[in-house]
């Protein structure tokens, strides 16, 4: 399994990127796409999630909602993130990630998402980075 992202970059705050991961290998093993970010300092949250070729509806975790959409294009194996109004907070890398399943919850009071399963069933790609300024 492989992921690749690309479309990071530099931007002003109020604008807007859209970063694409594309998946290779075995399907199964990738149903869950998903897509984390790090900002310097602190741990890997968990943004969005998207089963792959189904009609299940995409799940965001509450500091992605209203300004990120997670999406997909089966024929290309390819899963996007769109990021609108973004803000320098949002300031971070972002990866790509799959797992056979995802996982959502609320937890002290605020929603997120992730990968289900152990960690060794996980796959990432190597990030790429979005900076606001």
């Known amino acids: 399994v492989q992921l690749v992202e690309s479309g990071g970059g530099s931007v002003q705050a109020g604008g807007s990127l859209r970063l694409s991961c594309v998946a290779s290998?075995?399907?199964?093993?990738?149903?869950?796409m998903a897509w984390f970010r790090q900002r310097p300092g602190e741990e890997r949250e968990g943004l969005a999630t998207?089963?792959?070729?189904?009609?299940?509806?995409?799940r965001y975790a509450d500091s992605a909602k209203g300004r990120f959409t997670i999406s997909q294009d089966n024929g290309k194996a390819t899963v996007y993130l769109q990021m609108n109004s973004l803000r320098p907070e949002d300031t971070a890398m972002y990866y790509c990630?799959?797992?056979?399943?995802?996982?959502?919850?609320?937890?002290?009071?605020?929603?997120?998402?992730?990968?289900?399963?152990?960690?060794?069933?996980?796959?990432w790609g190597k990030g790429t980075q979005v900076t606001v300024s």
């Open positions: 290998g075995a399907t199964y093993v990738t149903r869950c």
């Open positions: 990630a799959a797992a056979p399943a995802c996982t959502q919850g609320r937890y002290g009071g605020i929603w997120k998402v992730g990968l289900a399963g152990a960690e060794s069933s996980h796959y």
């Open positions: 998207i089963y792959r070729g189904d009609s299940d509806p995409p």
